[in-house]
């Protein structure tokens, strides 16, 4: 809402401009959805009590598990409310609102909050910890999942490369030789089309100083401009030449009908037909592929099976999520950290110089993504606050399963999918401390651990709540650094 009053008001009042800024957008949504978790927090506590919606603790086969968590009984839970209702008035308040990619992330968020609150809702009118049933469960997650995949598959989120760069020249001296040729300066030609338009300045260096790195860098500013322009296509000229599937794609679509960006792509393109041997071609149907971390330029193909990848990814990390949240404010403060990771990585992918600077994939949409991450966390602080030992309020599946899906959106849309099981590394060795515990006793007939999640075994070790809490806190935290110092090794 204020990004627009802004728009509207700037000219009377020049110093909103500073609202159009999405990093200072994201501030405001960190800081206002804090202030309203504090100030909603009671009222949404004391509402539960009174509708006497409290945490029911069960007496399993772990009796000294029991014997640590039964004064927890009755504690107002579904506190995960607290997260969605906050974040969505935060994002009213400072997001963008024609931001594709900001309204899929808070769709997923409200998606799967919606099946985490179903699930709690069921236990709650049960009175037992069964709620959903994990077919029930399970069909929520993927139907989430499978949704994120298709849309991203439909309707890309990025592109290849557009602007030219210097890695991106094959041949540094057939392009100069190119260019300082006749045809090379001929509208009436292909790479004439690009060449007619570069300045008599630049056209003198080439003749004069070829090999000059002051001309490399000059040339490839003068055609990245000149690709900006509309008006490159002649159909005279490209009738008979071989562009890709991707060209045509854009031609059907009308060229007049392309954004400034497409259109961009689209020269591009038209570029690397026009030179096919001088310039290394851009990599297609980015949005199927998915980044090594720690390797530049490595992609792995997915094709049609990405909806599945992306469907794992959603049922992963909700479930991780989820499975975390078993101590006061682990699964909250831990998410906090993660989230906090991948807001910096939207924001550098939504930039075009620091994401080419660290090969990351450019998502140019991707800065409302960190309006949302920021919301997310100043609300998740905001919770940690009454979740804190001895929690006033637990989350519940509809905040677990709302942070989970959130995170693993952001690792779609920020095109690190792989990244998300070092980001959120202690997700992940919670999530499989279960799974070689069940595997263990299925196989072997014994346990691994005392108890899993992994949280469990530490504390029937006889480490304090608080212990384990503040030790995998640091864990989380050291595993969103090593992310992070991944960008770098690219």
Not at 309 to 321: C, H, K, M, P
């Amino acid at each position: 809402m204020l990004y627009y009053l802004a728009k509207e008001l700037t000219p009377e009042f020049g110093f909103l401009n500073i609202f159009s800024y999405h990093t200072v957008r994201a501030a405001g949504a960190l800081f206002t959805g804090f202030l309203l978790s504090l100030i909603l927090g009671p009222k949404l506590i004391n509402y539960l009590r009174a509708l006497k919606i409290g945490q029911i603790i069960k007496k399993d086969h772990v009796d000294d598990l029991h014997a640590l968590h039964k004064e927890k009984a009755g504690t107002p839970t579904m506190g995960g409310v607290l997260i969605i209702v906050t974040t969505t008035i935060s994002l009213l308040l400072w997001s963008r609102f024609t931001d594709r990619l900001l309204l899929v992330a808070l769709g997923m968020l409200l998606l799967l909050g919606a099946v985490g609150f179903l699930d709690d809702f069921i236990k709650l009118r049960r009175k037992h910890n069964d709620g959903l049933s994990a077919r029930a469960k399970f069909s929520g997650q993927i139907l989430a999942g499978a949704l994120l995949g298709a849309y991203v598959m439909a309707y890309p989120i990025t592109y290849g490369a557009s602007y030219l760069k210097e890695n991106d020249v094959a041949d540094w001296d057939g392009l100069m030789t190119a260019f300082r040729d006749e045809s090379g300066s001929d509208p009436s030609t292909r790479l004439g089309k690009f060449g007619s338009a570069l300045t008599p300045e630049l056209r003198d260096d080439l003749a004069n100083a070829p090999s000059d790195p002051e001309t490399r860098i000059a040339l490839l500013d003068e055609l990245n401009l000149v690709m900006e322009r509309r008006g490159l296509y002649d159909e005279a000229l490209w009738r008979d030449s071989s562009l890709n599937g991707e060209s045509h794609a854009m031609l059907a679509k009308g060229l007049d009908s392309l954004s400034d960006r497409h259109l961009l792509r689209f020269n591009r393109l038209l570029f690397e037909a026009a030179a096919p041997s001088l310039v290394v071609k851009s990599i297609r149907n980015l949005q199927t592929k998915v980044a090594v971390p720690g390797f530049k330029d490595t992609m792995i193909p997915m094709g049609l099976f990405y909806i599945a990848f992306v469907t794992l990814i959603i049922v992963a990390t909700s479930n991780t999520v989820n499975l975390t949240d078993g101590l006061d404010g682990l699964a909250v403060g831990a998410s906090v950290v993660s989230l906090s990771a991948f807001t910096a990585i939207a924001y550098i992918v939504s930039r075009a110089d620091w994401s080419s600077y660290l090969f990351l994939t450019y998502i140019p949409e991707a800065s409302e993504l960190t309006v949302f991450g920021s919301a997310l966390l100043g609300t998740g602080l905001g919770f940690l606050w009454y979740n804190a030992h001895p929690a006033e309020l637990f989350m519940g599946d509809t905040g677990s399963l709302a942070l989970g899906g959130a995170m693993g959106t952001l690792a779609v849309l920020t095109k690190q999918e792989l990244l998300l099981p070092i980001v959120g590394g202690l997700f992940v060795l919670e999530g499989l401390s279960v799974i070689l515990q069940v595997g263990s006793y299925k196989l072997r007939g014994k346990r691994i651990f005392k108890m899993a999640p992994l949280h469990h075994h530490f504390e029937l070790m006889g480490w304090s709540e608080s212990k384990v809490t503040i030790r995998f806190w640091i864990l989380a935290f050291m595993f969103a650094l090593l992310s992070l110092a991944t960008l770098k090794l690219r």
